[in-house]
């Protein structure tokens, strides 16, 4: 299974972003793909998930209503749409995929077995 995300840069706080996991490697009927992120000092937190199959998705509180994670089969990929961002917002997001993840443990980052690279994404005040 390979990882591939992009899409970070430098915005102003307020402005937006949309990060996208490129997957690839086999069937990810079963998979959790999930959003993490780490800023300079802090540990990796959880940011989005959601269930390749059904859609089902769930979100850290401090993004909701700003994220929505959505995915298209069809192109194997992840996106993460980041509206609203501020300056907290500042980290390395890193998207992460297993395979047939129970739910209730989608929020930690050691249940995970592959991850992308993270892109870098920086909102300024």
């Known amino acids: 299974v390979q990882l591939q995300a992009s899409g970070g840069g430098l915005v102003q706080a307020g402005g937006s972003l949309r990060l996208s996991c490129a997957a690839s490697?086999?069937?990810?009927?079963?998979?959790?793909m999930a959003w993490f992120r780490q800023a300079p000092g802090k540990e990796r937190e959880f940011v989005a998930a959601i269930r390749w199959n059904g859609g089902t998705r769930s979100y850290a509180d401090f993004v909701k209503g700003r994220f929505t994670i959505s995915k298209d089969v069809a192109k194997n990929t992840v996106w993460l749409q980041m509206n609203s961002l501020k300056p907290e917002d500042t980290a390395v997001y890193y998207c992460a995929a297993e395979p047939g993840l129970i739910w209730g443990r989608i929020f930690s980052s050691t249940e995970y077995e592959y991850w992308g690279q993270g892109t870098q994404v920086t909102v300024s005040s």
């Open positions: 490697g086999r069937s990810f009927n079963s998979y959790v």
